[in-house]
């Protein structure tokens, strides 16, 4: 229920507190019904799934898993009944179409961008490695005509060393 | 190099700062969240009918029986603050729209087994149009309902043609119901 | 005169923003300009910003302690028959507090550093920056979110915190830890800035700052656990990651400081990738400010969330002036810290960090495209779709068995280039131990894939460490001919971090095995017990013998008693039950969980428990190896402890060891 944000976040926290005060059905479900509840949003709830949240409307949806699953229904024809109702919205796992997919197409871009940046730097690094530093002729003579001085004069004070 | 970093990092920021700034400003606002009922047949519904209104509609309420008729189709619980607000608005309308032809139906829903709250909350604002329990919410689903109170605008051939979620105000009833008679 | 507790506290939390912002000043113009006295007055004021800090914090807790309701933090969020314990906790139970807390923590740590870091060139433009962090946290709690301020008519009494706040001790633990962590990983953040600004981005801070940021990674590892553990056992529905907003803001900084840990070691070593670590250490720091900014605002809808308020927007400015002032000044100083990357080979213990890198990345990345797709979306066209566990499961999976697959092989690569022999040798051993743990798996029945696949890459990790303790032990045994487990106490004493990371990875691997099973095989059902009657589950008998209520000082308690029976023989008596706090007339549904090595047995009450009640009905859990995630929890927490005890520098003992040992360090 939308509405002032006292409103919301009471809704909120009756998310988390919600238990089924009065006549409690006498409801037995078994794992399956679990395994499809936790498949489908809870409206109310929106950030648990209908196997998780414990407000009416979710115990209901349960109740109607149940119902549909002893009619003999498939758990594709469940989850369809609820998508019906409420759009792909629905579904935790929305089927990857429309403004759905952009968020898996970014996250394949990434990947592909990801390994490609990798491959390419990897690449130049290891490139770089095998390529011998190019230093500037005159400092190579200087450092040669210093070397030399040390071996001759053993007594230059051993700054360079340092 | 530096100058495209800068400029990179200014970018980023804008962008993420606008976004957040954004979700900071939107507040909470009632939007007519799109149904996925829109343009579909109205689900069927059977339900038991308050005393209140027991002689005029029977023990039961079906859709059926409200063929041919634009329909405001409000969901409601006793324990939902907002439904105290729209109420009186959803009355005062009622008396002023009951000629046209338009039919106000209050569902009382995920409200398990508490009639007697449903019978206080009607007393209290003197509900003249009727109203009917949904006890296990089964209908609440077949709607889509997402919470309370959301209210259903349905076309004389039965087709559901909007939804609005949270409470109504006038602003809202004024642009639905023009739409309804049309 | 009666000086009001609420006036003191505001005075204190006015007070230490003046101090941090008189010791971020001082340290900056000090720094710059090198003048001792004032660096010097800003690493007092960093000690004194503390004492002041703490001052705050002793005036909440003794006014939450003597239900001061003339305080308005305490008159909104406590209440008088609350055990002493909730009313310490209510310290940081609500937005306001929580701001106190994290201010306190952080002045603690800058005195802390201002107190113990070694002298060096960076230390005053750290300690300015980490106080400069501080002048915005006193800010917010003074100007904008003060919970000291005075009531001119106190309340008799208050509503008492959150009842979910109340219901569990882990409330003590966790949001400390989660702090902990966060602050601990402002001072690599402080230090970065720091070489940022003198320019000598040098090893030199990384190496100075290791141990405060694997500390702060620590805590933050073992505050997400914690607060798994925390849901697990409090919500009812037998889980511990919802993948939601708030959950995912304290991941993304801890995967982005876990790539960090791993690739400054390559800065140790190699001196490269200067530049991506100074980018990773400030992406971690912005990442726990945009944290916090989202919990405290509003903008995600989360059931963990603070609430909203004047704080939303001046946390967004914050976050919005540390990426641009952190990121601007990487920018403008890229030329000094960017350096000549090389690799001889990318089948190294380089290329493996890099890998790991990469792989954390992806994954920081998916889970911030995941949180944040929602509000983009709304915000271009307005429709509302919402991302889900599938889509996080779905991306980050993946990603997961890559990890798996590199830190197994990583640390048995040797550095700059691996020689293809032993290469091969090893890995023919590491993948046999996967297909023969697999294959176990498979023929005992695992079918799915993760699982399967997860306990494949656990055997694959376990081949690596034995394969590395015996490169590292055999040759010392041989050497120095001492039996092995001498030879291992020494080398764990010489090793520490060496020995920690071990103990770390196969934490992480016990952590994975525990999810994929608990995640894969887990069974929930709901069931109906007649007072006195039976049902089966999962070859458990459970009898629902007879209600109770359990009134404390603390809250009501009633529950029905339950008696798990496996078979003829009885195990234990389980109490679920419906805790009502006082100040509430709603019950917070309590479970009970028998913890068993190989599942866990978990029971929550779905109706509600009165005199006279006929029945419960129940929701039943079975969880296989959950209790392993908290398991390796606590041996992550174990393993980083012990690798903090080790020197950051080379020892010179080293120098005596074999020339044979040293090959493989």
Redesign the interface.
């Known amino acids: ?5 006292p ?7 009756a ?3 919600a ?13 399956r ?3 499809i509840a ?2 489908l ?1 809870c ?7 209908v ?2 949240s ?4 979710a115990q ?5 898993i149940k119902d549909q699953l002893e009619a003999g229904r498939s758990e594709r024809e469940i989850l369809a009944y ?6 792909d ?1 629905i579904l ?2 929305p089927p990857k179409r429309g ?2 997919l ?3 197409v ?2 394949g871009a ?2 592909v961008v ?2 490609g940046a ?1 491959a390419v730097v ?1 690449r130049r ?2 490139g ?2 095998r390529q011998p530093i190019a230093v500037d002729p005159a400092d190579l003579e200087r450092v040669r005509a210093e070397l030399q001085g040390l071996e001759t004069d053993p007594d230059a004070p051993e700054a360079g060393l340092r | 190099m530096k100058r495209q970093g800068l400029l990179l990092t200014v970018l980023a920021v804008a962008l993420l700062g606008g976004l957040f700034a954004y979700g900071l400003l939107r ?5 007519d969240i ?4 829109k343009g579909k047949p109205a ?1 069927a519904f059977e339900l038991p009918v308050h005393e209140h209104y027991v002689n005029q509609f029977g023990e039961t309420l079906s859709l059926e029986e409200l063929e041919g008729r634009p329909l405001v189709v409000n969901f409601w619980a006793s324990w ?3 439904c105290y607000d729209e109420a009186p608005v959803l009355q005062a309308y009622w008396e002023r729209y009951e000629d046209t032809g338009v039919v106000f139906v209050g569902v009382q829903t ?5 009639r007697a709250e449903g019978r206080a909350f009607i007393d209290l604002f003197g509900l003249s149009f009727p109203n009917v329990v949904d006890d ?3 209908v ?10 959301e209210t259903f605008f349905v076309s004389r051939d039965g087709v559901v043609l909007d939804k609005h ?3 109504v105000t006038p602003q809202v009833l004024d642009a639905q119901l023009a739409a309804l008679l049309r | 005169m009666q000086l009001e507790l609420g006036v003191v506290g505001s005075a204190a939390a006015f007070l230490a923003f003046a101090v941090a912002l008189y010791g971020a000043v001082a340290g900056v113009l000090g720094a710059s300009r090198r003048d001792p006295r004032l660096v010097t007055s800003a690493r007092l004021s960093a000690v004194a910003g503390f004492l002041v800090a703490t001052v705050a914090i002793v005036v909440m807790e003794s006014a939450l302690l003597t239900d001061d309701f003339s305080v308005s933090y305490v008159a909104q969020h406590s209440r008088i028959s609350s055990p002493v314990w909730v009313k310490v906790v209510t310290l940081w139970a609500a937005l306001e507090g929580s701001i106190l807390l994290w201010a306190w923590l952080l002045s603690g740590y800058t005195a802390l550093v201002a107190a113990v870091a070694a002298l060096s060139p960076l230390r005053p433009w750290a300690i300015a920056v980490m106080q400069g962090v501080q002048t915005f946290f006193f800010f917010v709690l003074a100007f904008l979110a003060n919970p000291f301020k005075v009531l001119p008519n106190p309340p008799l009494d208050g509503p008492g915190p ?3 706040l109340q219901n569990h001790w882990m409330m003590a633990v966790h949001p400390v830890l989660m702090y902990l962590g966060f602050v601990g990983l402002t001072v690599p953040f402080a230090y970065a800035m720091a070489a940022l600004i003198t320019r000598r981005p040098g090893a030199e801070w990384m190496v100075l700052t290791r141990r405060w940021t694997l500390a702060g990674w620590g805590f933050l590892s073992a505050a997400i656990v914690a607060g798994g553990w925390w849901s697990y056992e409090v ?3 037998g ?1 511990y990651w ?1 993948w ?1 907003p708030v959950e995912n803001v304290s991941l993304m900084p801890w995967l982005t400081a876990t790539a960090f840990v791993h690739s400054v070691q390559v800065q140790e070593r190699r001196h490269m990738l200067k530049p991506w670590n100074v980018a990773l250490i400030l992406t971690t720091f912005a990442l726990s400010v945009l944290g916090t900014f989202l919990t405290r605002s ?1 903008v995600v ?3 963990h969330a603070f ?2 308020g004047p704080v939303g927007p001046a946390f967004l400015a914050f976050f919005v002036i540390v990426v641009l002032v952190s990121f601007g000044l990487l920018a403008a100083r890229w030329e000094d810290v960017k350096d ?7 089948v190294s213990r380089e ?1 493996a960090m ?2 790991v890198n ?1 792989l954390f ?2 994954l920081a ?2 889970v911030l ?2 949180t944040l ?1 929602p509000l983009v ?1 709304e915000a271009i ?1 307005g ?9 996080f499961d ?2 980050t999976l993946p990603i997961w068995m890559l990890v798996l697959l590199l830190m197994g092989i990583g640390p048995l690569l040797p550095w700059r280039k691996a020689e293809e022999q032993s290469l091969r040798s090893n890995l023919a051993w590491m993948l046999a131990g996967l297909v023969v743990a697999g294959g176990l798996a498979w023929a005992l029945g695992v079918r799915k894939l993760y699982p399967a696949l997860t306990v494949g890459l656990a055997g694959y990790n376990v081949v690596s460490l034995g394969l590395l303790l015996a490169g590292a032990l055999v040759p010392r045994m041989r050497l120095a001919k001492r039996p092995a487990l001498q030879v291992l106490r020494s080398y764990a004493h010489e090793n520490r971090r060496r020995v920690g990371s071990m103990v770390v990875h196969f934490a992480v691997v016990v952590i994975a095995v525990g999810v994929a099973f608990s995640a894969g095989y887990r ?6 017990l007649d007072i006195g009657g039976s049902a089966e589950f999962e070859g458990y008998t459970l009898t629902a013998t007879e209600l109770f209520v359990d009134p404390t000082a603390a809250r009501v308690s009633a529950g029905v008693l339950v008696e798990v029976r496996s078979g003829d023989r009885f195990v234990t008596t389980l109490r679920p039950r ?1 805790n009502v706090f006082p100040g509430s007339n ?4 309590t479970p009970a969980v028998l913890y068993r090595p190989s599942h866990d047995l978990y029971l929550s ?4 428990v009165a005199p006279g009640t006929t ?1 419960v ?1 129940l929701r039943v859990v079975k969880s296989p190896l959950v209790t392993w995630i908290w398991v390796g929890g606590a041996l992550l927490a174990l393993g980083t402890a012990y690798a903090l005890g080790g020197s950051t520098r080379r020892v010179a003992a080293r120098v005596s060891v074999p020339a044979a040992a040293a090959r493989e360090a």
């Open positions: 229920m939308t509405g002032s944000r409103a919301r976040l009471g809704a909120l926290l998310c988390l507190l238990l089924a005060f009065g006549l409690a059905q006498a409801v037995q479900l078994d794992s019904v679990f395994e936790r498949q949003r409206p109310v709830c929106t950030s648990e799934s196997a998780d414990s407000v009416e409307l209901q949806m349960r109740q109607i609820f998508q019906q109702r409420y759009g919205w935790l796992d403004i759905h952009v968020v898996w970014l996250a990434a990947v990801g390994a990798l990897g690094w290891v770089r490695s | 507040g909470e606002p009632d939007r799109p149904t996925a009922l689900p939902c603050a907002p995920q409200d398990r087994g508490k296990d919410s089964a609440s689903v077949d709607w889509g309902l997402f919470g309370v109170p979620v949270g409470p | 959150n009842e979910l919500l009812g529905w889980g919802a939601d509003g809808s989360s059931v609430g909203s000549r990357a090389e690799l001889d080979s990318l290329g890099l890998g990469v990345l992806a990345f998916a495209l995941g797709f979306v066209s429709d509302r779709v919402t991302v889900g566990p599938p889509f779905q991306v069974v929930d059902e709901q069931v109906r419906i709603r019950g917070i549904p009450l779905n109706s509600n029945f009905v």
